[in-house]
């Protein structure tokens, strides 16, 4: 089987612009990079695949080009922080960007709010309205 094609011009202008307008800054440094994922879970072997990584407020995220217009994410704080959007493969890489941020900013908030819970809602299981 032949190689996965790195990342198109397209594909990298599309992350940039979907990320400019989500956080309204100009320049994110996306790198580039190679991941060792399987394909499909009854896979024994990993594939090589290209890999776009950003950082942003201390959270890292990943886009995986699986194939000809096949694309997985994740977000990240820590190795044991990983988070995905529920979907295994998007066929768009602009829903497969827009999705995970939307996780991660939803999750971000999740966060916020229970910081900001009082103690004795933690220990009810209630959350701050």
């Not at 995220?61 to 820590?78: D, E, H, I, S």
Request: glycine share 6%; aromatic share 12%; proline share 3%.
């Amino acid at each position: 089987m032949a190689g996965i094609a790195d990342f198109t011009e397209t594909e990298l202008w599309t992350l940039q612009t979907t990320l400019k307008e989500r956080w309204n800054e100009d320049e994110f440094q996306l790198q580039l990079a190679d991941a060792e994922i399987r394909l499909s879970p009854s896979d024994k072997e990993a594939t090589d695949c290209p890999m776009v990584v950003w950082n942003h407020e201390g959270c890292n995220f990943a886009v995986f080009k699986t194939g000809l217009q096949k694309y997985r994410c994740q977000f990240f704080y820590r190795g044991y922080q990983q988070y995905g959007t529920g979907v295994f493969e998007y066929d768009d890489l602009g829903d497969c960007i827009i999705s995970l941020l939307q996780v991660q900013a939803d999750h971000a908030r999740e966060q916020e709010m229970e910081k900001e819970a009082p103690p004795e809602a933690h220990a009810r299981g209630v959350e701050k309205k």
